[in-house]
């Protein structure tokens, strides 16, 4: 069985799969965490996805964290062939595969019957000039007409990943997201928790978070990974916070408003997040500033694995 953490950004995701982690040891059971977050795979993208250093991680093994260079560009596709394959070779070594992460469609990738059909150059080149004529919120505006949900979680920006959904809505006549309704048809058995906390809550912790990444040294990590080609990475590029930190570094704008910008988008992005998750009804959340939080998950996990019978003879 694959147990699933999700939620928000800022809601305390890594310090619950850390906690879980280490209760299951209490069991006899050997938990190794699976990152789910797409701007953590890139190798060098530390503050500004709050990665947590190996020094951080309490000696618990951790996957698919710094599998990319900044130049590389991540894709669905690719996470979801690397992540099964990390969580199978966990399973192969009797241990709990604990997939950490709140990158919506990365994480439904690897829990659901979720394809990925071809490619045509013909329709994609449609796309692509349709782009170049009205730019990418217009083309966002079209992908919300044909698919919400797809466009929802994409988001508005993120001009590649609208093209290619509108390619597959084109190519298959379905919608691109939809593998991601497939609950009843999981790729392995799983249990997922959702880390919820009410937005007025949520906010100002996330402002916080962004003038940390400041403080700590965002701007030096920006200009380092752009001596290693940061601006020429499709993906990396467009991550909230490094295009803001870029920007400034480039000096088209201040710090005050490159981190006015990051807290906006991370806000959004949030607001995108929760409203993909609650859409979900295999997640069964937690309250995030729950006191007896990691209790409540431990209690929750160990009864799902004792009903999957995978709990062994742990006491």
Request: hydrophobic residues 50%; charged residues 30%.
């Given at each position: 069985m694959i147990l699933v953490v999700v939620g928000a950004t800022g809601t305390g995701k890594s310090e619950?799969?850390?906690?879980?982690?280490?209760?299951?040891?209490?069991?006899?059971?050997?938990?190794e965490i699976v990152n789910g977050d797409a701007m953590q795979l890139y190798r060098g993208m530390d503050i500004g996805t709050a990665k947590l250093l190996p020094v951080e991680r309490r000696g618990i093994p951790h996957h698919l964290?710094?599998?990319?260079?900044?130049?590389?560009?991540?894709?669905?596709?690719?996470?979801?062939?690397?992540?099964?394959?990390?969580?199978?070779?966990?399973?192969?070594?009797?241990a709990v595969p604990l997939l950490v992460g709140g990158s919506m469609l990365y994480v439904a990738a690897v829990l659901t019957d979720f394809r990925f059909p071809g490619t045509d150059p013909?329709?994609?080149a449609k796309w692509e000039a349709v782009h170049a004529e009205r730019g990418t919120t217009e083309l966002h505006i079209e992908l919300a007409r044909q698919d919400s949900g797809a466009a929802e979680?994409?988001?508005?920006?993120?001009?590649?990943?609208?093209?290619?959904?509108?390619?597959?809505?084109?190519?298959?006549?379905?919608?691109?997201?939809?593998?991601?309704?497939?609950?009843?048809t999981p790729w392995r058995p799983y249990v997922q928790l959702g880390l919820s906390l009410e937005r007025e809550l949520l906010t100002p912790r996330l402002d916080a978070r962004v003038e940390r990444m400041w403080r700590l040294g965002l701007l030096d990590e920006v200009r380092a990974l752009r001596d290693r080609g940061l601006e020429q990475g499709a993906t990396a590029s467009r991550a909230i916070g490094y295009a803001q930190a870029l920007a400034q570094l480039r000096g088209d704008?201040?710090?005050?408003?490159?981190?006015?910008?990051?807290?906006?988008l991370t806000r959004r992005y949030a607001r995108r997040q929760v409203s993909w998750f609650r859409r979900d009804g295999s997640?069964?959340?937690?309250?995030?500033?729950?006191?007896?939080?990691?209790?409540?998950?431990?209690?929750?996990?160990?009864?799902a694995l004792e009903t999957a019978g995978e709990a062994g003879d742990a006491p």
């Open positions: 619950l799969g850390l906690a879980l982690a280490e209760r299951l040891a209490t069991h006899g059971l050997r938990a964290l710094d599998v990319l260079e900044v130049t590389d560009e991540a894709s669905v596709a690719r996470y979801q062939q690397d992540a099964r394959g990390a969580i199978e070779e966990i399973l192969a070594r009797g013909g329709i994609r979680a994409i988001g508005p920006h993120n001009a590649r990943r609208i093209i290619r959904a509108l390619e597959v809505i084109e190519l298959t006549g379905e919608p691109f997201g939809v593998g991601l309704a497939a609950r009843d704008c201040e710090e005050v408003a490159a981190i006015a910008e990051t807290a906006a997640i069964e959340w937690l309250d995030a500033l729950d006191p007896g939080l990691a209790q409540r998950a431990e209690d929750r996990v160990m009864a």
